[in-house]
Every structure is written in C-alpha cells, then in structure tokens.
C-alpha cells in the first residue's frame, strides 16, 4: 500500500476561511463564538456543514441524537469507515476554533483527496458530534456517550436546559432528529483534531500533541437547601445560609486540587441561587463541581473526599445535601498504533512534537471505548480557551490538518 509522502498536504487557506466563514453564524459578543447546542444558530451552522460537505461529494446521515455522518466512500464497500470528527457545537463565551477546527480539518482531508484524486479502501465518515461541550445540556461529550453506550437514548432526551426545555423537543424543534440507531454504525477507527486547550505545546514550542492519553472528569452537581430569609434583619445566629455552605466546599475543593498535585484539577464554573435576589438569603444552592485527573486512584479519591467533607460542612451550618453526578468518564489510553501513526506523521512533514494528556474531555474519550481512537493537537495561545479570546495561529491550524491527513490515509489505505 502506498505511503503518503512528506509533501501531501491540506490547503491551510481554505481550512482557515471554512473556520471564520463558520464564526458568523452564532457570534459571541466579543469575537468569539455562540453557538449552543440546539439553538436555531447551530442548525444554521449545521445546514452550511451539510451544504459544504455535499458540494464535497460526500453523502449524509445523521441518526436519533443528531449526528451528522458526512461519507466519502471507499473503493471496498464491505470495509468499516475511518471516523474522523470533532463537534460544532460552542460554550456561550467560546472561542472559534474548539471542536471547530477538527470537525473543519476532517472536511479539509475530504477535499484534499478529492483535489488529489486520491482513493481509499475504507470509507472516510467525516463527524459532527451534537452536544460536546455540555454547557446548555449535561453532560458533556452527550451524543458520542450515546453512541458508545453511556447513556440511554431517553436519559439524554429528557435532559433539561436551565429553561426547563427539553433535549428531545429541542432537537425535534431544529429538525435534526434523524432516522439511524444511535451507535447501529460500527467503526474501523476514530481520529480527533482539536485545539490543546492548555499552555503546554506553546511553551515546549511544539507544533503538534500526539495524544496518548485524556484524563477522566467527574461532574459532581450539589444542591445545598438553606432557609430563604430577609439578609438584613435576620440574625447572624439564626441563618440557615445554602451561599456560605457553597463558598466553604468551594473553598474544600481548591483543597482537594491542590493536595492530589500533580497531575489534578479542580472547581466550579456553573452556580444557581434561588431566588437569587440581593436581600434574601438562597434557599437553595446548585452548583457543579468539575474535578480531573489522568491517574483513576487520584480522580475516584478526590470524588470520595469531596463528598465526605461537603456532607460536614453542610451539616455544620444546618444546610441539607444532595449531590449527582451529572458527568463521567474513566481516564482514557489512546490506541497505541494510532498513537505512533500520528507521531510517525508529524515526522514524515517535518513537524515539531510532543507526547501530551489531553486535559479537556473530548468525543474520542468515548469513541476509544467502542473503537481504536487517537486524537491529534495543536497549540493555542497562552493555553486559553472557552472564552471568547481563544486564538491560534493558521499555521498551527494547517499543521496539525496535515498531520490528520497523513493519520487518516494510513488507516484508510491509499489505493492505486
Ligand atoms: O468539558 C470538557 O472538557 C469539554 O470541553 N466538553
Ligand atoms: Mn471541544
Ligand atoms: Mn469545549
């Protein structure tokens, strides 16, 4: 089977213009992106995909959860696709480029071997996950845990947003519940390109993350009941305050981090007072705690410490405690062949790289479970993103496309 040689490479310009010309749809307010999943600007941004795609000759299928499934076929139709994909959908301070930039690079691949004339054995399936980032909906990484079995068709569809809609009639709304089983499809093998998220490639200086590992996540959602009372004529001794049980497990979990370094994380993004007026004390509290590791023994026991210690301090003040996770997912080894087939890859083009953990979760943590996965990186400045200021540079952009390129005809067999 022939090699791609050194010099097969995507056309950066029209990765990067396929980016921006995306952003348009669902802007954030400061030159990032919002694009929430299920939101009319996610179908738009879904519909100009789809037209993209099928002036690619690609053909499309999209199954119960939403999916896009965009198909370049293969010369051996009895052969299982290669997957390649990442997720349009945005936080709602997000930046451009996360899940973006995969999703479009996998597009690119297709076009390249099309302006190639280049076929393979193994179909290509170029991906677009519904629901990665978990912001409107938990939990994050929603359609591809239904597709690898994590969770039940009706548990995602009876998922609410903090409107009280539902999944399932949000999607029905955009028009994107399709007709394929969630996870009917089988796979030869899955890739992911996406930004690092973190500051590690830009300070080593390296162009490109081989991926061989993603560390796993707990979403621990606390609901904290406290008495609804008058903040300026209630005694201080009287208070049943949910608000300062909050601060103090906040503060424990700051803790927690730090005592399980290296190698750990943890904290909150997402707080809900209700009523959330300035003179009433909260009755209730909801929050969730984020907390991350690549090491199982360090992540579970953060889990446990956590909870033991935010059932003490609740008591403590009075306040009641309940706590479910809402999001989960064991640490991840990449598929080692793919793992050397990307490395290989960056040294075929003559790209500087590294080996990195993946800090972020991503639709590969839970492809690797059904499928042999990897997933490739490249830098993004100061490691900042999910804010609006996310940036990379198209050179990096265009690296790490030339590096999925090379992975994925590897895997999908050059013909002829
Ligand atoms: O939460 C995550 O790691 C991903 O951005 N959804
Ligand atoms: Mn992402
Ligand atoms: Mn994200």
């Given at each position: 089977?022939?090699?791609?040689?050194?010099?097969?490479?995507?056309?950066?310009?029209?990765?990067?213009?396929?980016?921006?010309?995306?952003?348009?749809?669902?802007?954030?307010?400061?030159?990032?992106?919002?694009?929430?999943?299920?939101?009319?600007?996610?179908?738009?941004?879904?519909?100009?995909?789809q037209?993209?795609?099928?002036?690619?000759?690609?053909?499309?299928?999209?199954?119960?959860?939403?999916?896009?499934?965009?198909?370049?076929?293969?010369?051996?139709?009895?052969?299982?696709?290669?997957?390649?994909?990442?997720?349009?959908?945005?936080?709602?301070?997000?930046?451009?480029?996360?899940?973006?930039?995969?999703?479009?690079?996998?597009?690119?691949?297709?076009?390249?071997?099309?302006?190639?004339?280049?076929?393979?054995?193994?179909?290509?399936?170029v991906?677009?996950?519904?629901?990665?980032?978990?912001?409107?909906?938990?939990?994050?990484?929603?359609?591809?845990?239904?597709?690898?079995?994590?969770?039940?068709?009706?548990?995602?569809?009876?998922?609410?947003?903090?409107?009280?809609?539902?999944?399932?009639?949000?999607?029905?709304?955009?028009?994107?519940?399709?007709?394929?089983?969630?996870?009917?499809?089988?796979?030869?093998?899955?890739?992911?390109?996406?930004?690092?998220?973190?500051?590690?490639?830009?300070?080593?200086?390296?162009?490109i993350?081989?991926?061989?590992?993603?560390?796993?996540?707990w979403?621990l959602?606390?609901?904290?009941?406290?008495?609804?009372?008058?903040?300026?004529?209630?005694?201080?001794?009287?208070?049943?305050?949910?608000?300062?049980?909050?601060a103090r497990?906040?503060?424990m979990?700051?803790?927690?981090?730090?005592?399980?370094?290296?190698?750990?994380?943890?904290?909150?993004?997402?707080?809900?007072?209700?009523?959330?007026?300035?003179n009433?004390?909260?009755?209730?509290?909801?929050?969730?705690?984020?907390?991350?590791?690549?090491?199982?023994?360090?992540?579970?026991?953060?889990?446990?410490?956590?909870?033991?210690?935010?059932?003490?301090?609740?008591?403590?003040?009075?306040?009641?405690?309940?706590?479910?996770?809402?999001?989960?997912?064991?640490?991840?080894?990449?598929?080692?062949?793919?793992?050397?087939?990307?490395?290989?890859?960056?040294?075929?083009?003559?790209?500087?790289?590294?080996?990195?953990?993946?800090?972020?979760?991503?639709?590969?943590c839970?492809?690797?479970?059904?499928?042999?996965?990897?997933?490739?990186?490249?830098?993004?400045?100061?490691?900042?993103?999910?804010?609006?200021?996310?940036?990379?540079?198209?050179?990096?952009?265009g690296?790490?496309?030339?590096?999925?390129?090379?992975?994925?005809?590897?895997?999908?067999?050059?013909?002829?």
């Amino acid at each position: 089977m022939p090699a791609p040689g050194e010099n097969l490479r995507i056309n950066p310009d029209r990765l990067w213009n396929s980016i921006h010309e995306l952003a348009e749809i669902g802007p954030g307010i400061a030159g990032g992106s919002n694009r929430q999943t299920l939101t009319d600007d996610d179908a738009k941004g879904r519909a100009l995909f789809q037209k993209w795609c099928e002036a690619a000759g690609m053909s499309m299928g999209v199954d119960q959860m939403g999916t896009m499934f965009m198909t370049r076929p293969g010369t051996d139709p009895d052969a299982l696709p290669v997957y390649v994909g990442s997720h349009l959908d945005t936080q709602p301070t997000g930046g451009r480029y996360d899940g973006v930039l995969g999703v479009l690079a996998a597009l690119e691949v297709v076009r390249s071997l099309n302006d190639l004339n280049i076929q393979t054995r193994h179909p290509i399936v170029v991906t677009n996950w519904t629901n990665e980032e978990g912001a409107r909906y938990a939990p994050a990484m929603m359609a591809s845990g239904v597709f690898a079995g994590q969770f039940s068709l009706d548990y995602a569809y009876g998922r609410k947003d903090s409107d009280g809609k539902a999944f399932g009639d949000e999607l029905k709304r955009i028009g994107w519940v399709g007709d394929e089983q969630v996870g009917a499809r089988k796979m030869h093998a899955y890739l992911e390109y996406h930004i690092e998220q973190g500051p590690i490639l830009e300070a080593e200086g390296k162009q490109i993350g081989v991926v061989t590992h993603g560390q796993g996540l707990w979403w621990l959602e606390f609901t904290l009941t406290g008495k609804e009372a008058h903040t300026g004529s209630t005694p201080m001794n009287m208070r049943v305050n949910a608000g300062l049980a909050m601060a103090r497990i906040m503060e424990m979990v700051q803790a927690v981090a730090m005592d399980a370094q290296p190698g750990a994380v943890g904290g909150v993004g997402q707080v809900k007072f209700s009523p959330n007026s300035r003179n009433v004390l909260p009755g209730t509290v909801v929050f969730t705690v984020d907390i991350r590791s690549p090491d199982q023994a360090k992540l579970d026991g953060m889990r446990a410490r956590i909870e033991a210690e935010a059932a003490k301090i609740a008591a403590a003040l009075g306040v009641g405690c309940a706590v479910e996770a809402v999001g989960h997912f064991d640490p991840v080894a990449f598929d080692p062949t793919l793992v050397a087939r990307v490395r290989k890859a960056a040294e075929t083009l003559g790209y500087s790289h590294m080996d990195i953990i993946s800090g972020a979760g991503h639709d590969a943590c839970w492809m690797n479970r059904i499928a042999p996965s990897v997933m490739i990186m490249c830098p993004c400045v100061d490691g900042l993103s999910h804010n609006e200021a996310e940036n990379i540079s198209k050179e990096w952009a265009g690296a790490g496309a030339d590096v999925l390129l090379h992975a994925v005809l590897e895997t999908a067999e050059i013909v002829g």
